[in-house]
Protein backbone atom coordinates (compact mmCIF):
# COMPACT_ATOMS: atom_id res chain seq x y z
CA UNK A 1 0.00 0.00 0.00
CA UNK A 2 1.50 3.65 -0.73
CA UNK A 3 0.11 6.71 1.10
CA UNK A 4 1.14 10.33 -0.21
CA UNK A 5 0.81 13.17 1.08
CA UNK A 6 1.70 17.01 0.14
CA UNK A 7 1.95 20.16 2.95
CA UNK A 8 2.00 23.50 2.46
CA UNK A 9 5.23 25.46 4.44
CA UNK A 10 6.29 22.19 6.83
CA UNK A 11 10.14 21.84 7.23
CA UNK A 12 11.10 18.82 5.49
CA UNK A 13 13.33 18.37 8.52
CA UNK A 14 10.30 18.34 10.49
CA UNK A 15 8.27 16.10 8.95
CA UNK A 16 11.05 13.51 8.42
CA UNK A 17 12.01 13.64 12.40
CA UNK A 18 8.18 13.22 13.45
CA UNK A 19 7.84 10.22 11.60
CA UNK A 20 10.83 8.83 11.91
CA UNK A 21 9.36 8.95 15.80
CA UNK A 22 5.56 8.15 15.36
CA UNK A 23 6.66 4.90 13.00
CA UNK A 24 9.57 4.10 15.82
CA UNK A 25 6.21 4.21 18.56
CA UNK A 26 4.43 1.23 16.99
CA UNK A 27 6.99 -0.60 17.76
CA UNK A 28 9.09 -1.11 14.88
CA UNK A 29 12.94 -1.10 14.16
CA UNK A 30 15.03 1.26 12.36
CA UNK A 31 16.80 0.14 9.63
CA UNK A 32 18.13 3.26 7.60
CA UNK A 33 18.00 6.71 8.10
CA UNK A 34 19.24 9.73 6.05
CA UNK A 35 18.53 13.37 5.15
CA UNK A 36 20.27 15.49 2.24
CA UNK A 37 19.77 19.00 2.05
CA UNK A 38 20.89 20.73 -1.55
CA UNK A 39 20.69 24.82 -2.47
CA UNK A 40 17.84 25.40 -4.69
CA UNK A 41 19.31 25.64 -8.29
CA UNK A 42 17.57 28.76 -8.60
CA UNK A 43 17.58 30.84 -5.45
CA UNK A 44 20.96 30.15 -3.17
CA UNK A 45 19.13 31.21 -0.16
CA UNK A 46 16.36 28.55 -0.25
CA UNK A 47 16.75 24.92 0.62
CA UNK A 48 15.38 21.70 -0.82
CA UNK A 49 15.86 18.31 1.75
CA UNK A 50 15.38 14.72 0.42
CA UNK A 51 14.91 12.02 3.46
CA UNK A 52 14.48 8.38 3.76
CA UNK A 53 13.45 5.85 6.62
CA UNK A 54 12.92 2.46 6.24
CA UNK A 55 11.64 0.53 9.19
CA UNK A 56 11.68 -3.32 9.86
CA UNK A 57 10.10 -5.68 11.72
CA UNK A 58 11.15 -9.14 13.31
CA UNK A 59 10.12 -12.32 11.92
CA UNK A 60 8.38 -14.94 14.22
CA UNK A 61 11.64 -17.01 15.00
CA UNK A 62 13.43 -13.52 15.77
CA UNK A 63 16.24 -14.32 13.07
CA UNK A 64 15.45 -12.14 10.20
CA UNK A 65 14.25 -8.65 9.93
CA UNK A 66 11.65 -7.64 6.86
CA UNK A 67 11.20 -4.42 5.99
CA UNK A 68 7.45 -3.22 6.79
CA UNK A 69 7.91 0.59 5.99
CA UNK A 70 9.60 3.06 3.83
CA UNK A 71 9.19 6.25 3.84
CA UNK A 72 10.49 9.48 1.10
CA UNK A 73 10.20 13.11 2.09
CA UNK A 74 11.31 15.53 -0.35
CA UNK A 75 10.63 19.63 -0.31
CA UNK A 76 11.12 22.49 1.08
CA UNK A 77 9.77 24.99 4.32
CA UNK A 78 9.29 27.59 1.78
CA UNK A 79 7.05 25.86 -0.60
CA UNK A 80 5.90 22.72 -0.37
CA UNK A 81 6.94 19.05 1.56
CA UNK A 82 6.07 15.71 -0.16
CA UNK A 83 5.91 12.80 1.87
CA UNK A 84 5.21 8.91 0.33
CA UNK A 85 5.18 5.87 2.69
CA UNK A 86 5.32 2.78 1.32
CA UNK A 87 3.78 -0.18 3.89
CA UNK A 88 3.78 -3.61 3.62
CA UNK A 89 0.39 -4.54 4.99
CA UNK A 90 1.09 -7.94 6.25
CA UNK A 91 4.11 -6.69 8.26
CA UNK A 92 2.77 -3.48 9.57
CA UNK A 93 -1.16 -3.83 10.19
CA UNK A 94 -3.61 -1.64 9.17
CA UNK A 95 -4.16 -0.77 13.28
CA UNK A 96 -0.94 0.31 13.48
CA UNK A 97 -1.57 2.17 10.03
CA UNK A 98 -3.96 4.09 11.91
CA UNK A 99 -2.70 5.10 14.45
CA UNK A 100 0.50 6.76 12.51
CA UNK A 101 -1.79 8.64 10.43
CA UNK A 102 -3.98 9.64 13.21
CA UNK A 103 -0.78 10.98 14.28
CA UNK A 104 0.26 12.68 10.93
CA UNK A 105 -3.32 14.45 11.18
CA UNK A 106 -2.63 15.54 14.41
CA UNK A 107 0.53 17.82 13.83
CA UNK A 108 0.20 18.35 10.44
CA UNK A 109 -3.21 18.19 9.35
CA UNK A 110 -3.85 21.82 9.02
CA UNK A 111 -1.13 22.59 6.94
CA UNK A 112 -2.10 19.54 4.20
CA UNK A 113 -2.78 20.33 0.97
CA UNK A 114 -5.93 18.60 -0.12
CA UNK A 115 -6.43 17.28 -3.88
Do not use: W
Not at 10 to 28: A, C, H, S, T
Amino acid sequence: MQIRKAYKEVNPELLYNEIRDFILKQGVSLDEAKIETYASPSDTSSFISRGTLTFKVSSESGKTNKECLRAHIVGSAKTETKVMLDIDEKLFPQKKLSALQDDLDFIFGSDEIKS
